[in-house]
Structures are given as structure tokens and as C-alpha cells.
């Protein structure tokens, strides 16, 4: 029954469940789904896919997370955090949006359902621990800054080319909104923030962001927002033209013949073998890239591709020649992108598009500014599209995408595994996080195994319906807890009004402004930002709080390489667990105001001359064991009359074999040199490595006590035998045990 119970988690909600609750969770579904369904498109551009596949994303992972997770309210489904680590991890593999990049982010939602599966069925939850609240902290400020900056150009209805880093990338917004801006798209985006701004304080319970995404949808259809316009090539009154785009066509038909190579293999890749590096330098000459951007035509372009790139893929020179023809596409798009154009209306003499500058006096225009739309692929001579308006979602697929398991490729997932493991473990802090804060209200039990199981089987089940990978989502959880939701079947109707969504709205969603979305995903961010959070973290430790900074300012500096940044906060919290676990304090103790036994050191205590209390905080290891060693010999040496030595160990909850050694060889080392030693407080654990050591018969039996009080009071009269002390400042341990302020000592 308890098998049952872990594997199919969800037959629990349906003791005692009635109509009642049903509708409940009917209505708090789709309320989920009003949120979830405009949010889900926002966050696929944001991971660099197109927009319905935010609606895939939300079709299966909501449902099945909801169905062998533990938390009846959490909302699953594409996120902001998650979604730009999946643009980060897969931009350097393949051009977004391409078919190789939508290609990789399935598969990245594979490895990473997997990675999440495979720890919850192991039990071994435990390993999120490894990102520490201040990593954590760090990273998502940093992370929602990085999200809200790159929606910019949208917001301003610019475009620009991608820097090395993200601050060049926004300097490059800045600087092209401040020479342009596309008012209209400006305007959209304020429409969207005023109107979800206002409902939610006017009214939390309503979909602001639905109703947005319907008022500026609504709007921009009537109003005409979209305004393309097509023209031949030779039509476009402006210099070079042709040849630029040409050149631009052909960098990208490199770049996609790239993707391909490094994305499958063919049977004239394996069957190259030696020789490969000599005859690529010898096809390419001193530039790889001029076979791919002269020659008289693409067909002959196209005809030896695969064979020279395979070539190069055995050679290692596959990276280089990807990154020159990224830079090569840049640098055409971004002339294609500086030109302007005038139109002279259908009707008029020289009626047609011509370079600003260019038109003939007298001609009159629309008085638009009139663009070249270009993106990832290859241009159109005969039919260019030129923009006077602003962009819009466009046409989306209708209906559901086909099941089927993803592609597999060993040579990607080598790639892709670090990025996994990440996007693993953030999307499961973030899950687990949100699933314990709604339990604390609603006083069900959370078992983080099994939400990494839930969170495996909706990221595992989500690829082969073409999903990327998605994990818990705070507003849209809390959304669901408002509504009242009582179990995961308000997470199943969820994902049922999404199939009915993509069955029958889909053609409703083209003219939504693209400006409308990133507003909804800088919106969506602003809960991101926690600057509470480094004061907290400052507050508890210093160095909590100078980690959790220094990844706020890596991840930002190493932006788009979100991994680098994280990497950074992992490997300081480790090194300073390390060094906290090689040097653990090790205090000296004596008696307080109070009665109590404080470290002497932070308290100002004056100490006895003859007994040392000896407090080492924390398990003794291979680590630290010669640090206790190091401590010992120091106070023997700085204090010349100590006579006995009793080590606390209250706080050692553990011991090696190289610990174990250590303490053997310090009992000899401080009674060759004449001071007695005994032990305190030892608990369980450590006692049985002494029994079976049998150093606990090096130690003597009647040297270990159960508590630093008896410890004292044992050994005080020999240790101070003669003594030249006025008063010891440990005399009220000698107090009988009968003595009403010795009470309740153990």
C-alpha cells in the first residue's frame, strides 16, 4: 500500500472529495490557465523559442507535476528564471530559434526531468543543498535584472545584435532606443503595464495580465500595429542593397549548415578519417569562411556543405568556423538593420521604397519610418519584407503537438549536462520553496522526493510533447492557492483549458504585441528582486552575505553564461564550508554571570591557571584533526601552569579514523609533558569509535564524564593542589549537587 501510495500520489485527493471541492478546483484551474496561457508565450521568447511553444510547455509538465508531486497548489509550468538558463545553455550550440536550438531545448528538458527523477527516486533530495540560500539570492536578483534589461528592445522596438556579454547587449538597446524609438511599441508596452498594475491593486483575484494581453491585443487589430509591406529586391531604390543581402543569405546558410553538422552525423562523416585538418587548410585557405561567402552561386553553396563541415567537425575546427560566421551574421544583419527607408504610396508618380536621404524632391511619402525585417533566416530577394508598424506574435500553429520521444544526441547532452544539473536543482529549489511556503498555510505535508519525482515526470513527459523545461511557478502557485484549489486537479483542468486554447484560440493571439509580452515578463520579474535578501543573509554571517553579492556580480558580469555566475556563489559556499570544517572554533571556557559556561575569549572571562575547558565545535576529521592538535600544543605552551586539560566535546557529533589517530596521539602528547587530560559530553556515536579503537582505554574510563560541570568538579582539588589562586573562577562548580542554583544539571 505504501508502494502504491509513492507511485500514484495523487489517489489521496479523493478521501472524502465532493462536487464542492470539484468546482473549487475547477475554477481555480482556470483562473491558473487565464495567467498561465499569455505568461507561457512571454517566457518561450524569453528562452528563444517561438511563442506556442510556451503553450507546449503547458499542456503536459502542469498535470503530471501536479499528479506525482506532493503539493496539491503548486502551479508548474514554464518560469522567467528557468526559461533564460535555456537560452543561455543553448545560444552557443545553434541560432535561436532554429530547428536545431528547439531541437536542443527538448532535449535539455529530457536531461533535466531525468537528472530531477533520478534523485527523488533515489531518495537523495538532499543534494539541492549544494546551492545555499545566499547563492540562491544572488543569483535570482541578478537573474531578474538580466530578464527585465533583455526585454528592452522589445519594450522601445528596437533591434540590435547580441554583445559577448549582456551589459554590451543593453548598452547597444540604450544607445538605439536614445536614436530611435518606435512610439507606438512604446506606448503598447506602457498600455500593458498600466492595465495590470491597476487591476492588481484595484482587484488581486483578477487576471491582469489576461485582461492586458486581450485590451492591446484588441487594440493592435484595430488600430493596425502590424504594417508590412513586401517588395522585390531590385525594387528598393537604395545602394548595394542586393549584394548585402546576398552576402547576409549566404552567412546564414553557413551558419545553419553548422547546426546541422553539430547536431547529427552522417554516413560521410564517419567514413573521413585521417588527413582532415590538412585538407580543410587547404579548402579554406587563410579565411575558412570565403568558400561560404563569395562563389558564384547558393545552389554550389549548398552542393559540398555537409562534407566540408564534417571535415571540420573531425578536425576541430568546427567552433572556430561557427563562431566567424556568427560574427559574419552579425555584422550583415546589423547593415541590414541600420537601413532606412521612405515609401512613396501606391498611386504616385515613383511610387516604391527609397533610402532616407535618397527620395526625390518633391515625392511625397507616409511619413512612416520603414524598416527591413531580419532575423535568423535567409532573406527573400523577391518578396522582402519591410516594417512600418510594430511587431506582433504572429501566426500560431492550431492544435497539439505530436508525441514522440526526443532525439537523442550523445555528443549534445555532453554539452548540456552541466546546464541540466543547474537548471535541475534551481527549478527544484524554486518548486520546493513555493511547495513548503503554501504548506505552512494550508498545513500539508510536502515531501521533497517526491516533488523531484513530480518535477522529473512533467519535465520527462513534457519533451515528447515539445516542451522545454519548466518548473514551479510562485505567482501562478499563489494565484491557485487564492482561488482555494483543494488538490492537483486544479492543475489538470489547467493544462485542459491550454489543449482547448491550442485547439481553437490560437488565431486570436496574432496581432499581440511582442512589446505586450515583454511587459508581462518585466511585470512577472518584479517579484524576483529581493534586496532584503543580502541585508538577511549580511546580518547572519558576513561571508553569507559577501557570497551572496559577489554572485549577484558575477552572474551579471558573465551574463548570458548564467552557469558561470552560479558556479561561483557553489564553489565560494564550498570553500567556505571547507574552511570553516579545516578550522572549527575552538574556544576555552569559563564561568559567566549567569552561571553558565561562555568562551572566554568573546566574553572577556577570566580564566583558571590550572584547568583549561577546551570546546572544539564541530566533527573531527581527516580535515581539522591536526588543527585540535595545533590548539592544544598552543595553550600548553602559553600557559605554563596548566595542569588539566578537559576537552568539551558536546559539539563533536563525529569521528574518522584520522580523527581518531589524532586523539590518540594528543592524550600521549599532553601527558608526556605532564598535564592530565579528560573528556566531556561525548556523545553516543563518538564513544563506539572509542570502544572499538579500544583508545578509550588509553583515555581511562573515569577521564570521561557526562557533563563539563562533573568534569570540573572531579578534577578541580588535585589541579589545584597548592594552588597560588586567590579564587578560581570556576569555584561554583564545587557548589553540592543539592544546591538550588545547580538545579536541573545533568
Not at 468546482?23 to 518561450?44: E, F, H
Not at 540604450?174 to 498600455?191: E, G, I, Q, R
Not at 550523445?410 to 504548506?439: C, D, H, N, R, T
Not at 569521528?655 to 553516543?684: H, K, P, Q, T
Amino acid at each position: 500500500m505504501s508502494l502504491i501510495k509513492h507511485a500514484l500520489p495523487f489517489l489521496s485527493w479523493f478521501r472524502g472529495y465532493g462536487w464542492p471541492d470539484l468546482k473549487i478546483d475547477l475554477i481555480a484551474g482556470l483562473t491558473v490557465a487565464l495567467v498561465l496561457i499569455p505568461q507561457s508565450m512571454a517566457y518561450a521568447q524569453l528562452a528563444g523559442l517561438p511563442a506556442h511553444y510556451g503553450l507546449y510547455a503547458s499542456f503536459l509538465p502542469p498535470m503530471l507535476a501536479a499528479l506525482f508531486g506532493s503539493s496539491r497548489q503548486l502551479a508548474t509550468g514554464p518560469v522567467a528564471v528557468v526559461s533564460l538558463m535555456t537560452s543561455a545553455a543553448l545560444e552557443p550550440m545553434a541560432t535561436v530559434g532554429s530547428q536545431g536550438f528547439i531541437g536542443y531545448a527538448i532535449l535539455l528538458a529530457l536531461m533535466v526531468g531525468g537528472f530531477q527523477f533520478a534523485v527523488g527516486a533515489l531518495r537523495l533530495g538532499v543534494v539541492v543543498n549544494f546551492l545555499s540560500h545566499p547563492v540562491v539570492n544572488g543569483f535570482t536578483n541578478a537573474a531578474a535584472l538580466i530578464i527585465a534589461t533583455s526585454q528592452l528592445s522589445k519594450i522601445f522596438g528596437v533591434s540590435v545584435e547580441s554583445g559577448e556579454h549582456h551589459y554590451e547587449t543593453v548598452a547597444r538597446v540604450v544607445s538605439a532606443a536614445s536614436d530611435w524609438t518606435h512610439v507606438p511599441t512604446l506606448l503598447m508596452a506602457v498600455a500593458a503595464f498600466a492595465i495590470m498594475y491597476g487591476l492588481r491593486k484595484l482587484n488581486p483575484r483578477l487576471p491582469n495580465v489576461l485582461i492586458a494581453v486581450v485590451i492591446t491585443t484588441a487594440l493592435s487589430a484595430i488600430i493596425g500595429y502590424e504594417n508590412n509591406q513586401t517588395a522585390p529586391v531590385d525594387s528598393i531604390r537604395s545602394v548595394d542593397l542586393a549584394e548585402r543581402v546576398e552576402a547576409f543569405n549566404r552567412a546564414v546558410i553557413a551558419r545553419k549548415a553548422i547546426d546541422e553538422v553539430r547536431s547529427t552525423r552522417d554516413a560521410t562523416t564517419a567514413a573521413i578519417t585521417n588527413g582532415t585538418t590538412e585538407f580543410c587548410q587547404r579548402c579554406h585557405g587563410a579565411r575558412p569562411l570565403d568558400r561560404f561567402n563569395a562563389g558564384p552561386s547558393q545552389h554550389d553553396l549548398q552542393v559540398d556543405t555537409n562534407r566540408l563541415l564534417a571535415l571540420h567537425q573531425l578536425a576541430g575546427l568546427l567552433d572556430a568556423h561557427a563562431a566567424e560566421v556568427k560574427e559574419r551574421v552579425g555584422e550583415t544583419r546589423t547593415e541590414l538593420r541600420s537601413l532606412v527607408f521612405d515609401r512613396v504610396p501606391d498611386g504616385e508618380p515613383g511610387a516604391g521604397f527609397y533610402e532616407r536621404g535618397s527620395t526625390p524632391v518633391g515625392l511625397p511619402t507616409d511619413g512612416r519610418r520603414w524598416r527591413l525585417s531580419v532575423g535568423n533566416r535567409p532573406l527573400e530577394p523577391d518578396g522582402l519584407v519591410l516594417m512600418g508598424g510594430g511587431s506582433v506574435v504572429g501566426q500560431i500553429p492550431r492544435g497539439l503537438p505530436g508525441i514522440e520521444l526526443p532525439r537523442v544526441d550523445l555528443g549534445a547532452m555532453s554539452k548540456l549536462f552541466m546546464p541540466a544539473v543547474i537548471i535541475s536543482l534551481l527549478g527544484f529549489m524554486e518548486a520546493i520553496s513555493i511547495a513548503k511556503a503554501m504548506a505552512a498555510k494550508t498545513g500539508q505535508r510536502v515531501d521533497p522526493n517526491q516533488e523531484l519525482i513530480g518535477q522529473g515526470v512533467a519535465n520527462i513527459f513534457g519533451s515528447m510533447a515539445l516542451s522545454y523545461p519548466t518548473s514551479g511557478s510562485f505567482s501562478r502557485s499563489a494565484v491557485n492557492l487564492q482561488a482555494g484549489a483543494r488538490t492537483g486537479l486544479s492543475s489538470v483542468f489547467t493544462s485542459l483549458a491550454v489543449v482547448i486554447a491550442l485547439l481553437f484560440f490560437t488565431p486570436l493571439l496574432y496581432h499581440l504585441p511582442q512589446s505586450v509580452l515583454a511587459a508581462v515578463i518585466m511585470m512577472a520579474v518584479i517579484g524576483l528582486v529581493n534586496v532584503s535578501g543580502f541585508v538577511h543573509a549580511w546580518r547572519a554571517q558576513w561571508y553569507d552575505g559577501a557570497i551572496s553579492v559577489i554572485t549577484f556580480v558575477a552572474t551579471l558580469g558573465f551574463a548570458p553564461h548564467l552557469d558561470r555566475g552560479i558556479m561561483v556563489g557553489v564553489i565560494l559556499s564550498l570553500g567556505v564550508f571547507l574552511y570553516k570544517s579545516m578550522r572549527p572554533t575552538v574556544t576555552s571556557l569559563s564561568r559567566h554571570g549567569d552561571d553558565s559556561m561562555r568562551s572566554a575569549l568573546v566574553h572577556g572571562l577570566e580564566e583558571c591557571i590550572y584547568i583549561d575547558l577546551v570546546r572544539f565545535d564541530g566533527p573531527l576529521f581527516f580535515a581539522n584533526a591536526t588543527y585540535l592538535e595545533d590548539q592544544i600544543n598552543e595553550r600548553l605552551r602559553a600557559k605554563s601552569e596548566l595542569r588539566h586539560i578537559i576537552i568539551v566535546s558536546n559539539a563533536i557529533s563525529d569521528i574518522d579514523a584520522s580523527g581518531e589517530e589524532a586523539l590518540s596521539l594528543l592524550v600521549d602528547r599532553i601527558r608526556s609533558s605532564g598535564v592530565e587530560i579528560s573528556f566531556s559530553g561525548v556523545n553516543e556515536s563518538v564513544l563506539q569509535v572509542l570502544e572499538r579503537t579500544h583508545l578509550i582505554e588509553r583515555i581511562g574510563r573515569d577521564r570521561i564524564f557526562p557533563t563539563m560541570e562533573r568534569a570540573v568538579r572531579a578534577v578541580h582539588a588535585d589541579a589545584h593542589a597548592n594552588s597560588r589562586e586567590s579564587s578560581c573562577p570556576l569555584a561554583s562548580v564545587l557548589r553540592p549537587v543539592d544546591d538550588p542554583a545547580r538545579k536541573g544539571e545533568a
